[in-house]
């Protein structure tokens, strides 16, 4: 329709008024065809009365129009102006119980153009809430990741906004480090180590794309064994500048939505960037831990950790032994045979007594060609044989250098808590170095407890 003015009703009105007027003039001659006297009709009274008419009806029209849709139009524009005022707001906390369905949402009531208006409305909202709730997500898992360094409280609160924002009720994340793949965290599923050999896991590293498995029935995908029967497993790698770094796992009993599915989609940059930060980081403090001659512990974090190991035995009431020696005449052989050699040497005892300390043993350079070994749940007689295997076995590995065959031996002290009168880690240094002082004495090459 041609429009008059810039308002709607307006536009009726004078339509209305217009098209009142035209019957009223038309009326009469109508009258007139249906067999009425046009001396009677054709009359100026007449035609007035039947425009007067018209208008009366237009006028009508216009009123039920106004009251009718009018009445509609102002709730959908009235709520249009809450939800603005509201929606502005939840940009800025990201709190969407500001625009709940019973306070924001209109009535669709009518099966016309303005029942049609009003559920479009309503699904406007809904999306607008949704993005803005998508966005106060991204926004919180972005901050929490950019504040943690390391590895484990990254991977677990990761882990947890994950579950949390794509409403699936088990997951884990697995790290590639060197070439295998390890559990970094895992809620809710069962013996976790098993996806690591997960030939999901394998394809979706391979092809860089996220793996569906839908499950059927009671069936497990491959190791991931839930406490609960999954509807739907997600395996969707993680990769930073094409470098793999492991993969999320999550499990849903439900199955995922499309909007689980791009919030895991947007999660996944952020996590890529902050597990890339944080295995960064973990690999500095490891090299800052080391000594970067042998690849053992460093003076610092070797005391540190002694400082914990002694702590863990009083508090579970276990035994903790301490070895220390150092290489027999180590200057004449850097004197002889140079410093290149001596350093040889000494990497050479490293292996050799790495090779006699068991599993969760710690080697520590003191300094010099000084070193400790902490043995944790090792008493005064267990100090004493490691001691004496780790002497033997640098005994009997000499280090050739072309035809030169360098002999090396070591000297030993040891000592143990609780059988040694110790109050912290710095007292059983110093009793294993009065043992070593000792071993010295008695001729070197030689293992003294004390």
């Known amino acids: ?147 943690q360094l390391e590895l484990n409280a990254l991977t677990e609160q990761a882990l947890q906004q994950l579950i949390q924002h794509t409403h699936a009720d088990a997951g884990a994340i697995l790290i590639e480090n060197d070439g295998e793949m390890s559990v970094a965290i895992s809620n809710g599923i069962r013996g976790p180590q098993a996806m690591c050999a997960s030939d999901h896991v394998r394809r ?39 470098a793999a770094l492991g993969a999320i796992i999550l499990a849903s009993a439900a199955g995922f939505s499309g909007d689980d599915l791009k919030r895991l989609n947007l999660f996944r940059q952020g996590l890529a960037l902050a597990l890339h930060n944080a295995l960064t980081h973990d690999r500095m403090q490891r090299l800052a831990a080391l000594d970067s001659l042998t690849g053992v512990f460093n003076r610092h974090f070797g005391t540190m950790r002694l400082r914990e190991e002694f702590g863990r035995a009083i508090r579970i009431n276990s035994p903790l032994a301490l070895l220390m020696f150092d290489l027999d005449h180590f200057k004449s052989i850097n004197d002889t045979y140079g410093h290149h050699i001596g350093d040889r040497s000494l990497a050479q005892v490293v292996r050799a007594v790495r090779s006699v300390l068991r599993e969760g043993d710690v080697l520590v350079r003191y300094g010099g060609d000084e070193f400790f070994a902490i043995l944790p749940a090792a008493s005064r007689e267990d100090a004493a044989h490691i001691g004496e295997r780790a002497r033997r076995v640098v005994e009997d590995t000499p280090l050739h250098d072309g035809e030169q065959v360098i002999r090396i031996t070591i000297s030993v002290g040891g000592t143990a808590y609780p059988d040694a009168d110790a109050a912290s880690g710095a007292d059983l240094i110093q009793r294993a170095d009065k043992a070593l002082y000792a071993a010295k004495e008695a001729g070197r090459n030689c293992v003294v407890v004390a």
Do not use: H
């Not at 019957?23 to 054709?42: K, R, Y």
């Not at 009365?49 to 106004?66: K, M, P, Y």
């Not at 019973?102 to 559920?119: H, K, L, R, T």
């Not at 406490?227 to 395996?235: A, S, T, Y």
């Open 1 to 147: 329709m041609i429009r008059l003015t810039r308002r709607v009703f307006t536009d009726l009105a004078i339509w209305m008024i217009g098209l009142g007027v035209l019957m009223g003039i038309v009326f009469p001659f109508f009258v007139t065809a249906m067999g009425l006297p046009a001396a009677d009709v054709l009359t100026l009274g007449f035609f007035a009365a039947s425009i007067v008419a018209g208008c009366i009806v237009g006028g009508a029209n216009i009123g039920l129009a106004r009251m009718v849709v009018g009445r509609r139009l102002t709730l959908l524009a009235g709520r249009i102006r809450y939800v603005e005022s509201n929606l502005e707001a939840m940009t800025k906390d990201g709190n969407i119980d500001r625009c709940k369905p019973e306070d924001c949402y209109i009535e669709v009531n009518s099966d016309d153009e303005i029942g049609d208006s009003a559920a479009a409305f309503n699904r406007l909202v809904q999306t607008l809430a949704q993005s803005i709730q998508t966005e106060g997500a991204v926004r919180a898992f972005t901050s929490i990741m950019s504040s």
């Open 204 to 242: 979706a590293l391979r092809t860089e794309q996220m793996q569906r498995i839908e499950v059927p029935g009671d069936v497990a995908v491959e190791g991931v064994l839930t406490d609960f029967r999954p509807r739907e497993v997600l395996v969707d790698p993680l990769f930073y500048k094409s």
